[in-house]
């Protein structure tokens, strides 16, 4: 399966469908989404009481159907730059190819804006402290500095 679909388009679309997607579901399966490809691109999920479509219009290279991690999905769309964005199923696998748009993700890109160089990333803000102003060692609370 492979399509080309808008990045914006696919976001609202998920956001949309993915609120049908139950909190906690009974049975694993049911907290998938169903991508098909054929024509243009549907997306679909339910649980037992209520289900959610979504019709997009993508240019579809392969057709084919899969399911994924429907909050999964909605996550890594929206941190998507807004772009048209080629995704492929390959087995078991589904990745989007954003390389064919002149977008090069490499490896800070894959770890986020915290990983790139010259960041603080989470974990990382250091609050500097003044001279004269940190514990002093073997002090007591309110014994003088």
């Known amino acids: 399966m492979k399509f080309q679909v808008e990045r914006d388009a696919l976001a609202d ?33 339910f649980d037992y009481e209520v289900s959610a479509t979504a019709h997009l219009d993508a240019d579809v290279a392969e057709p084919g ?43 800070a890109a894959r770890r986020g804006v915290s990983g790139a160089p010259g960041t603080a990333g989470p974990g990382r803000h250091h609050r500097r402290r003044r001279p004269g102003h940190g514990h002093r060692p073997g002090a007591a609370r309110g014994e003088p500095r």
Do not use: M, N, Q, Y
């Open 13 to 45: 679309a998920l956001a949309w469908v993915a609120r049908a997607l139950p909190s906690r579901p009974v049975v694993p399966v049911l907290s998938g989404l169903r991508l098909e490809a054929g024509d243009g691109l549907t997306l679909s999920c």
């Open 65 to 107: 159907a899969v399911l994924v991690p429907g909050r999964l999905l909605a996550e890594i769309t929206r941190s998507l730059p807004a772009l048209a964005v080629d995704f492929a199923a390959d087995g078991d696998v589904v990745k989007p190819d954003l390389r064919e748009r002149g977008v090069h993700r490499g490896p």
